[in-house]
Structure formats: structure tokens, C-alpha cells
């Protein structure tokens, strides 16, 4: 008697999209970033933070709402960390498609709409920036979101009873030479242009 196994490959095919609302998510001319939000600035030493290479970029508010300015994840994914305390809440998001596996992560975001675990598209909204009852709380330097593409999976953390959903962490706060950041991320601008290029 003979067996017949067939293995069933499935290829995914993902679209990446800009992670703010535009006119066109896939016009890259629309982000705008903060003074120092570019990718591989030297980040200056700060109380209990050493000097770093600025691991991904600083998303300024794409109009003047600040009630509801949503952000969107940039390519189907699956949310695997969640924290959502104050100006450091973070959504670290799981993306694979035919090509490569990548991790995105946003920061200094509220309103967080999803959570651990849950399958997201572009198409909704994941999050949104602070809105202005938020910065006047915890500072206006937070008009923005921190936007990280991972080249490897995220570090995963001992689970903390004041977040329970926080799995992971990015390696922000250890590139020290332009080798640790090659190693772990992706510059988001080139990584969503070779995207939309194709």
C-alpha cells in the first residue's frame, strides 16, 4: 500500500502601507518627522539613559487633531505585546510575509483599539497619538509616535503584574555603534520605499 503526504505551502502576500492617515498611504513624501526623529541619530546621554543610536523614527502628527489622529499598523500582522501605561505605551506587531519575517513597534501612543493576539490590517485604526488633555499631562515632547521596524524577533520580558500584556521589548536602548543597529533594525523610510517600489 502506498502513501501519498502533500505539504500545503502557503505564501503570503502582504501589503505595507504608511502607519498614518494620508491622502495615500503609500506616498512616502507625506511623513514628517521631528527635529531629531531620523534613523541613526545619535540620541544624546540622558538620567539613566545612556548615548544611543535612535533605533527607528519620530512620526510627527499629520494635521492638527488632537482629539483622534488615528495610527495604523503598516501590513497585516498580529499584535504579540501590548503596554499601555502612560507616554511609554507600546504595541510590538508580528508581520510575515512571502519574502521575510519583520517586527514593527509604535510608541508614545494612546487610545491603543487592539489587543494581544489579535490579527490587524492597515485598514483600522491600531492606535492614535496623544491627544491634548495627554501631553499636558505628560509633556509636549510626546507630539509624536517613535516607529521601529525589527529585522529580529523582539526580547522577550518577564511578565510584569503592572502589564501584563507586555511580552517583549525592542533593543532601543543598546545600539551604541552603527554595527548593533544594523543587527537589529531596519531604517523604516528605506525598508517602506523598497516596499512600495515594488
Same mark, same amino acid.
Given at each position: 500500500?502506498? #502513501?501519498?503526504? =502533500?505539504?500545503?505551502? #502557503? ?5 505595507? =502601507?504608511?502607519?498614518?492617515? +494620508? ?6 513624501? #507625506?511623513?514628517?518627522? +521631528? ?14 539613559? %545612556? &548615548? ?9 502628527? @499629520? /494635521? ?5 489622529? !488615528?495610527? =495604523?499598523?503598516? &501590513? ?9 501605561? /502612560? @507616554?511609554?505605551? $507600546? ?10 519575517? =519583520? ?17 490587524? +490590517? %492597515?485598514?483600522?485604526?491600531? &492606535? ?10 505628560? /509633556?509636549? $515632547? ?11 524577533? !523582539?526580547? @522577550? ?6 502589564k501584563p500584556q507586555r511580552l517583549f521589548n525592542s533593543y532601543s536602548l543598546v545600539c551604541y555603534s552603527k ?8 531604517? !523604516? ?5 523598497? $516596499?512600495? #517600489?515594488?
Open positions: 500500500m502506498v #502513501s501519498h503526504f =502533500f505539504i500545503v505551502v #502557503s505564501i503570503i502576500s502582504v501589503e505595507v =502601507f504608511l502607519p498614518i492617515r +494620508t491622502d495615500n498611504r503609500k506616498a512616502i513624501g #507625506s511623513v514628517q518627522l +521631528t527635529e531629531i526623529g531620523e534613523f541613526a541619530v545619535m540620541r544624546k546621554e540622558r538620567p539613566k539613559v %545612556p &548615548a544611543h543610536f535612535h533605533t527607528g523614527i519620530d512620526i510627527k502628527r @499629520p /494635521g492638527k487633531n488632537y482629539v483622534d489622529e !488615528p495610527i =495604523f499598523a503598516v &501590513a497585516e500582522g498580529t499584535v504579540i505585546s501590548k503596554r499601555d501605561d /502612560g @507616554p511609554y505605551a $507600546q504595541l510590538i506587531i508580528e508581520h510575515q510575509t512571502e519574502k521575510q519575517k =519583520f517586527w514593527t513597534v509604535y510608541e508614545h501612543i494612546a487610545g491603543l483599539r487592539v489587543s494581544l493576539h489579535e490579527r490587524v +490590517t %492597515p485598514a483600522k485604526p491600531i &492606535a492614535r497619538f496623544m491627544n491634548e488633555v495627554e501631553l499636558n499631562k505628560y /509633556g509636549w $515632547q510626546f507630539d509624536h509616535f517613535h516607529f521601529e521596524i525589527l529585522k529580529v524577533a !523582539p526580547i @522577550p520580558v518577564r511578565v510584569d503584574p503592572a554595527s548593533d543597529l544594523d543587527k537589529y533594525f531596519y531604517d !523604516p523610510l528605506n525598508f517602506l520605499r523598497k $516596499q512600495f #517600489s515594488h
